[in-house]
Nanobody
Framework: QVQAVTSGGGSVQTGGSLRLSCTASGVPFDAYALAWFRQAPGKEREGVACISWSGAETYYVDSVKGRFTISRDNPKNTLYLQMDSLKPEDTDMYYC????????????????????WGQGTQVTVSP
């Protein structure tokens, strides 16, 4: 059973930076494509970025391209999201998520395949 700890959230002003981390245990970390989602209470989740099992392939939603960088360190079982030039519209709860894949091609599963790991972390950006 997976255990994951998400950290790095906080409150910053517009233009500031934060680095989110998600460290997992209990699963073969490199058997999963990983992603960051954000979701407000009562709203649908939005996929922010995803990364293939090896880290070779990434995808970003248009609203964060050029500002956010997703990365992973498989030996450390940790996923990261570097968030720069933050905007108030980035305010949300951010969740680490994973989709089991077959190692080989660096595929990025569709958003519906991802399951949340851990408790999420709040990001608040003030004007």
């Amino acid at each position: 059973q997976v255990q994951a700890v998400t950290s790095g959230g906080g409150s910053v002003q517009t233009g500031g930076s934060l680095r989110l981390s998600c460290t997992a245990s209990g699963v073969p970390f490199d058997a999963y494509a990983l992603a960051w989602f954000r979701q407000a209470p009562g709203k649908e989740r939005e996929g922010v970025a995803c990364i293939s099992w090896s880290g070779a392939e990434t995808y970003y939603v248009d609203s964060v391209k050029g500002r956010f960088t997703i990365s992973r360190d498989n030996p450390k079982n940790t996923l990261y999201l570097q968030m720069d030039s933050l905007k108030p519209e980035d305010t949300d709860m951010y969740y680490c998520a994973a989709a089991r894949v077959v190692q080989g091609p660096d595929l990025l599963p569709p958003p519906a395949d991802y399951v949340y790991w851990g408790q999420g972390t709040q990001v608040t950006v003030s004007p």
